[in-house]
């Protein structure tokens, strides 16, 4: 290292710790503290937003991981809800859902390189022969195609980037969370866009889409840092669902992960954050002890048992230590 390049570094990591003090210092004046559990979606090499703004660049998560572990205490999902606090600091438990690979090239050796543990949510999609999440098709579609589409007899024309019925106004994404719930309905929107588009093969795409095999997820669930958790078998909004087949989806997505990975699972991250109080129930009697909402509870906060907690979603809203900021003030 020369002399000027020592000179520059030095000046740069004065700079950052400035940047990093104040910001502590933000949070505490205005009374963050307590304990919180991170959510975040996927991590790309450039943080790239032009499809959805749920995945962040990998030097953000190593900025937001770095000063998380500076200033905070990081603990394991089980530890949080087993109350495993350091009682002079806020707490942090850390999870990303939805299982893709970009989770396992960019975050893991994030994750093991901090030594900071977290949680991975994965569907069973790899079972179902599925390949891709019908959020992500539809996002990507919706920046690559302006053509119509026809989903079961029913066009759809794109207005500013969504697809709405011409029929009913509704858009493709509120129907498929609140009417057509099921997984049948997802094929056939993946199979209209199919039609016009074949992304899947541009390799410069795939970190934006494309989900972990299951051989990462075996290799994932080697490490010391990382635990498998189960996010559904299709990803449908569970809440929306009728209740007997959201419950077998939940049985279904456990023996898929603990047959992979040969290990029990007992962590769920409801996909889209939808559930029922009733199937809160179910799901803890099936095993699963420590559940998750997304970014809010979708009943009154007293009518939750302990084994359901919300997060905080981390999301490309801002600069990478404002995002931290952003989730933390909500
Ligand atoms: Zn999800």
Same mark, same amino acid.
């Not at 589409?149 to 858009?171: A, C, H, P, R, W």
């Not at 093969?201 to 994932?220: C, F, G, V």
């Given at each position: 290292?020369?002399?000027?390049?020592?000179? @520059?570094?030095?000046?740069?990591?004065?700079?950052?710790?400035?940047?990093?003090?104040?910001?502590?210092?933000?949070?505490?004046?205005?009374?963050?503290?307590?304990?919180?559990?991170?959510?975040?979606?996927?991590?790309?090499?450039?943080?790239?937003?032009? @499809?959805?703004?749920?995945?962040?660049?990998?030097?953000?998560?190593?900025?937001?991981?770095?000063?998380?572990?500076?200033?905070?205490?990081?603990?394991?999902?089980?530890?949080?809800?087993?109350?495993? %606090?350091?009682?002079?600091?806020?707490? @942090?438990?850390?999870?990303?859902?939805?299982?893709?690979?970009?989770?396992?090239?960019?975050?893991?050796?994030?994750?093991?390189?901090? =030594?900071?543990?977290?949680?991975?949510?994965?569907?069973?999609?790899?079972?179902?022969?599925?390949?891709?999440?019908?959020?992500?098709?539809?996002?990507?579609?919706?920046? %690559?195609?302006?053509?119509?589409?026809?989903?079961?007899?029913?066009?759809?024309?794109?207005?500013?980037?969504?697809?709405?019925?011409?029929?009913?106004?509704?858009?493709?994404?509120?129907?498929?969370?609140?009417?057509?719930?099921?997984?049948?309905?997802?094929?056939?929107?993946?199979?209209?866009?199919?039609?016009?588009?074949?992304?899947?093969?541009?390799?410069?795409?795939?970190?934006?889409?494309?989900?972990?095999?299951?051989?990462?997820?075996?290799?994932?669930?080697?490490?010391?840092?990382?635990?498998?958790?189960?996010?559904?078998?299709?990803?449908?909004?569970?809440?929306?669902?009728?209740?007997?087949?959201?419950?077998?989806?939940?049985?279904?997505?456990? =023996?898929?992960?603990?047959?992979?990975?040969?290990?029990?699972?007992?962590?769920?991250?409801?996909?889209?954050?939808?559930?029922?109080?009733?199937?809160?129930?179910?799901?803890?009697?099936?095993?699963?002890?420590?559940?998750?909402?997304?970014?809010?509870?979708?009943?009154?906060?007293?009518?939750?048992?302990?084994?359901?907690?919300?997060?905080?979603?981390?999301?490309?809203?801002?600069?990478?230590?404002?995002?931290? %900021?952003?989730?933390?003030?909500?």
């Amino acid at each position: 290292m020369s002399f000027g390049t020592k000179v @520059f570094s030095k000046i740069n990591r004065v700079a950052a710790e400035q940047i990093g003090q104040s910001f502590l210092s933000g949070l505490i004046a205005r009374g963050i503290k307590g304990n919180y559990i991170l959510m975040y979606h996927g991590i790309t090499a450039d943080g790239n937003t032009l @499809f959805n703004k749920r995945h962040i660049s990998y030097q953000c998560l190593e900025k937001q991981i770095q000063f998380i572990k500076k200033h905070f205490s990081v603990i394991s999902l089980q530890d949080f809800f087993e109350e495993k %606090f350091d009682n002079t600091r806020p707490n @942090f438990a850390i999870t990303f859902d939805d299982g893709y690979v970009n989770n396992f090239i960019y975050a893991k050796p994030i994750l093991e390189k901090y =030594k900071c543990p977290a949680s991975f949510f994965i569907t069973a999609l790899n079972e179902a022969g599925d390949n891709i999440l019908w959020g992500d098709m539809l996002n990507i579609a919706s920046v %690559f195609t302006d053509e119509n589409l026809s989903i079961d007899g029913e066009k759809f024309e794109k207005k500013n980037s969504i697809y709405y019925s011409v029929e009913t106004g509704k858009s493709i994404y509120d129907l498929v969370r609140f009417e057509r719930t099921g997984y049948d309905y997802k094929v056939k929107i993946k199979e209209a866009l199919r039609q016009h588009l074949n992304f899947e093969n541009n390799p410069a795409l795939r970190e934006y889409w494309q989900l972990m095999s299951d051989k990462h997820i075996i290799e994932t669930s080697k490490s010391e840092y990382i635990k498998i958790g189960c996010h559904g078998y299709y990803h449908n909004n569970l809440g929306s669902i009728p209740h007997e087949q959201a419950v077998m989806e939940l049985a279904n997505g456990k =023996k898929y992960l603990e047959g992979l990975i040969q290990k029990k699972v007992d962590q769920l991250a409801f996909p889209d954050g939808s559930y029922t109080l009733e199937l809160s129930e179910a799901a803890y009697n099936m095993g699963f002890s420590l559940q998750l909402a997304a970014d809010k509870f979708l009943f009154d906060k007293d009518d939750h048992e302990l084994h359901i907690k919300k997060r905080h979603g981390i999301y490309a809203v801002d600069s990478c230590l404002n995002q931290l %900021f952003t989730a933390l003030k909500e």
